[in-house]
Each structure stands twice: as C-alpha cells, then as structure tokens.
C-alpha cells in the first residue's frame, strides 16, 4: 500500500524558491516512478517533473524545465521537487503521484495509482 503525504508549500515571491517533499509510508516506494502534478484554478491537472524508481532518470515539462528538479531518496521513501525561480505562473496546488516502475516515465494521468493530498503553492509577483 502507497500512501503519500506532501509537505513545503507556502507562499514565495516571484524569483524565489520552494522546496516539497513527499513521504510513502508503505514499504515498496522504490516500486514505483513518482510523478510531480500541479492544478491552478480553472486549469486541467498537468504533470511538471517525473522521475523512474531508481532516480536515474528525469523528465520535465517545458514551463518548468531549468528551474524544477525532482528527485528521490529510496531510503527514506521520499520524493522532492526544487522549484527555482520560481514564477506566478507556477502558482497551483502541487500534487505527488506513483505509478508503475513499468510505465513510461512520462506517463498519462490515469497511469498513476496513487496520490497525495496537494499542498498550496502561491507565487506574488
């Protein structure tokens, strides 16, 4: 069983930085690519960063690319997201997922089995 908790969020002004964390608790996160979503209001769920089990392998959206870094630690069951330079556009409820280590790293939505809560991040220009 995956459960996932995201947590860093927070308000930051344009050109700043966040950091988020996500947490499994299960005992079989190195099973599974993780994904980074985000959801502003009114706009569809996007996938932004994605990342394969072992974390030798990245992937971005081109709106974020050169800013945002994911990466994991299996040993502490935990996937990161550096947001750098961070924008007002970047503005969105951000969202940690797992997939299937199987599936493409840049997979679709409904790929993913499992989701975190969202944590809030909100960028003032």
């Known amino acids: 069983q995956v459960q996932l908790v995201e947590s860093g969020g927070g308000l930051v002004q344009a050109g700043g930085s966040l950091s988020l964390s996500c947490a499994d608790s299960?005992?079989?996160?190195?099973?599974?690519?993780m994904g980074w979503f985000r959801q502003a209001p009114g706009k569809e769920r996007e996938l932004v960063a994605a990342?394969?089990?072992?974390?030798?392998?990245?992937a971005y959206a081109d709106s974020v690319k050169g800013r945002f870094t994911i990466s994991r630690d299996n040993a502490k069951n935990t996937v990161y997201l550096q947001m750098n330079s961070l924008k007002p556009e970047d503005t969105a409820v951000y969202y940690c997922a797992a997939r299937s280590r199987y599936k493409s790293i840049w997979s679709r939505e409904n790929d993913y089995q499992y989701w975190g809560q969202g944590t809030q991040v909100t960028v003032s220009s």
């Open positions: 299960g005992r079989t996160f190195s099973n599974y690519g």
């Open positions: 990342i394969n089990w072992s974390g030798g392998s990245t």
